[in-house]
């Protein structure tokens, strides 16, 4: 876990400044996975976090194709899904559901503290109750140029996993 900590590590500082995880460090995050789930746990467990990353893939995609979340954001759960045979399968879904529970934290926190965040929850508010009535989805409008209202995922998956390192839970 300490090679995908200190990848976490570059990962949050490129988000953080350039709004963009790389995909080499998503590259290196992987390899080193999948590598050593190899080594631990021979075929076996490299084809589960194989699958558990395809897995990822097809469930969050749909959220990048409606814009509710960036391609890097979908990549890095991705990446961490290749050390899903070190977490097991409960761990790897504590994890997810603990990182969604700080990003919703984080979420009302700026919504409290931000009005462009409030106005971005009324907004997605709206949303969805079209897409209820109506039966259609429509593209998730983002203005990224509102710094504010960006919930960069990188921060509460690396605390989600701090957490789970430290035996918080998992």
Known sequence: MGILIGVFCVVIFMDW???????????????????????SYSMNGLWDAVRAAAMIFIALYPFYRLGAMGAGDVKLFMMVGCYRSCMGIEGFIDYMLVTMVIAAVVSAAKMSLYTESRERFFYLMRYLRKAAVTGTVDAYEV??????CVIRLSIPAFLSLLLMCAGVYG
């Open 143 to 148: 203005d990224k140029t509102k710094k504010r």
């Open 17 to 39: 400044y350039h709004y963009k995880i790389p995909n080499a460090c998503i590259m290196v995050g992987m390899a080193a996975g999948l590598i050593m789930t190899y080594m």
